[in-house]
């Protein structure tokens, strides 16, 4: 079954959210949503699930699944003010612990910080299954990126979060802890190895040089063929090499210090103290 596709695109941090809904029916499952945050301010905003949120209402859709595809450094997960409003359950891969282990020293959280996933309301592994209505969902267990990274395959599309981007812009930095540019390059075989004619739909677009639009989808047939770091048969040193030293040249996202303590808790923002104020950490020469 080929499911219709919404994208929306955040201009702030680049990111495409996905409505992927099941054209026999009415229900749908989000995927990667964004809450709106200006760090100078320390405010949030949900314009942007609230867009989602119409949508889905005006569509008369059904919400079962709130799907994260890895734990983002880059914006924060709306996925828990979206579930308030629409139900469905949050999902993410099951190596969720170990990045909450990474993070949880990174951020000093302490003993009460649970480092098992019980955050997530799923947690999916290598090979499961699910349903958005009649479309079935499979899961691969991409990482590199970092080591939770999902590519969620929906009948004939693929979401691949940050895994793969645009053919023309290449693929995913690997320097944040726990990522690896050889296991990104085997986790990139594995999408490629999908049928040429699988759409695949990204987590953010950059507009690579010479290009005036934004992008999100193309297919596999194309990545293999066009891809400027993994396409046209180009081994694995090659990619490594490539990726490392490209890596070493990047600045850390901007929002990666509040997306990541908020993310690991599946979209919920830190315990409240006692005066019922929000705090978030900034570990000094950490990351």
């Given amino acids: 079954m080929s499911p219709d596709v919404k994208a929306f695109f955040d201009d702030a941090t680049n990111t495409i959210s996905y409505v992927v809904r099941d054209p026999a029916g009415s229900a749908c499952a989000i995927i990667d949503s964004v809450l709106d945050f200006d760090y100078a301010s320390g405010r ?9 949120i119409a949508h889905v209402r005006d569509a008369g859709l059904e919400v079962k699944w709130l799907l994260e595809s890895h734990v983002h450094a880059d914006h924060l997960s709306a996925a828990p003010y979206i579930q308030q409003q629409l139900g469905g359950k949050i999902g993410i891969g ?8 990474t993070f949880g020293k990174v951020f000093n959280e302490g003993t009460e910080f649970q480092r098992d996933g019980s955050q997530f309301d799923k947690l999916f592994r290598e090979g499961d299954s699910f349903h958005i209505g009649q479309l079935r969902g499979d899961v691969l267990h991409t990482p590199g990126h970092t080591p939770a990274c ?14 793969l981007f645009m053919p023309d812009f290449g693929t995913a930095r690997c320097d944040f802890p726990g990522g690896s540019s050889e296991t990104l390059y085997n986790s990139i075989q594995k999408i490629l190895a999908l049928p040429d004619e699988t759409r695949i739909f990204v987590g953010h677009d950059y507009k690579a040089p010479g290009r005036e639009d934004y992008a999100w989808e193309t297919t596999v047939g194309e990545q293999k063929a066009a891809n400027i770091h993994v396409g046209a048969g180009k081994d694995k040193d090659a990619f490594v090499k490539m990726r490392d030293a490209r890596d070493a040249t990047l600045a850390m996202p901007k929002l990666i ?19 019922g104020d929000v705090f978030l950490k900034v570990p000094v020469n950490k990351l």
């Fill in 94 to 101: 099951d190596r969720i612990q170990v990045v909450q282990d």
């Fill in 44 to 52: 949030t905003d949900t314009r942007s699930a609230d867009a989602i």
């Fill in 257 to 275: 210090i509040p997306s990541l303590q908020v993310n690991m808790r599946a979209g919920q923002m830190p315990p409240a103290d006692e005066q």
């Fill in 150 to 163: 999902l590519t969620y395959v929906i009948g004939d599309a693929a979401f691949v979060g940050d895994t």
